[in-house]
């Protein structure tokens, strides 16, 4: 299975890793004159949010997947004698449900975790191979394998990585020529697959980028219901990622601080949102349509090693802190999630974006 995660973000973060440990050892750059960014409950006091314990009743450690809510999550928890991997779902006041168990010994984590309304999909690997597997998260009915003729799976992190739509569970996957673009009827039936040259990841339905392994990222969008492709902005010295409705493009200067400007795919609309010791800590450009997620080295970074988690609002070009001293940030389906605390005590908290 490939690497999680884009090259081309991979780069990036180099550099913009190099920087944040310059600015540790000799400050960050002063921001006298810039407005402080406004805190969500300032921001959006309506927004809403929530926080997951680290370990279950049990003592488990939980890792969720996929919010539903603000509290309400589906993840995966092993059980007390380590022999087995569960996916649960946790919701408030309600005991822990168990969807699926399976030997750790055989498989790795539950992951790529999408849905909707009650029904789950998700990514077993079965001894390095993956298959799709689909359940209702009310536990009402059994999961089941959905198909194990997933081909060359591409997982980058995304909330893209298979996407449920019109019926039918959709993924991208390595072909020796290109890529090949995979769907299967959620009830279930033969995979039915559409090639394309090039290195094509899924974004919004029915769209897909290229580029993902590229060192200057994406440079087209295409149309998969279609046809049609737009040519998105790209330049020497930035890195390009792009949905439908935005293109995000991040460059590092001469002294090392890094840009992230933001334009329409046909370029209009480009505007500067952040610089300095700042970065991308997503995959997902522009979520919503509305919010770009990042990170900040932060007054509490040297202690903790965490950044300040942002949000740059696109309704009103503000910035918002989320939090001062973030960790493992994970965005799907319009929650927001992240950690705080050491490796020792920690809780996960969730913003639901779509509230605001």
Known sequence: MPERGHLMRTLVALAVTLVAGAALLFGAPAQSGSPQPLSVAAAWPRAQRGSVPSHLPDGSLYTPGLFFDARTSAGTARTADTRFLRLVVVEPDRPVRELRRVPSADRSPFTALTGSGDTLVWVETVKGKPELWTGDRTGRTPARLLTADVGALRLYDSEYDLTLTDGLVRWAAADRDGTEFRSVPVGG????????????GLSA??????????????STLRNLATGQTVAVPTGRRSVTACSPAWCELVSINEEGDTRIELSHPDGSARRTIAEGTVGTVISDVVVLDRFEVMGRVGPQSELSGNQELLLYDLTDRSTVLVSPDAADISYRAGVLWWSTGDRNSYVRNSLDLRTV
């Open 189 to 200: 039936g033969p995979v039915t697959v559409q090639r394309a040259a090039g290195d094509w």
């Open 205 to 218: 339905w029915p769209w897909a980028v290229d580029g993902q392994t590229a060192a200057t990222g994406a």
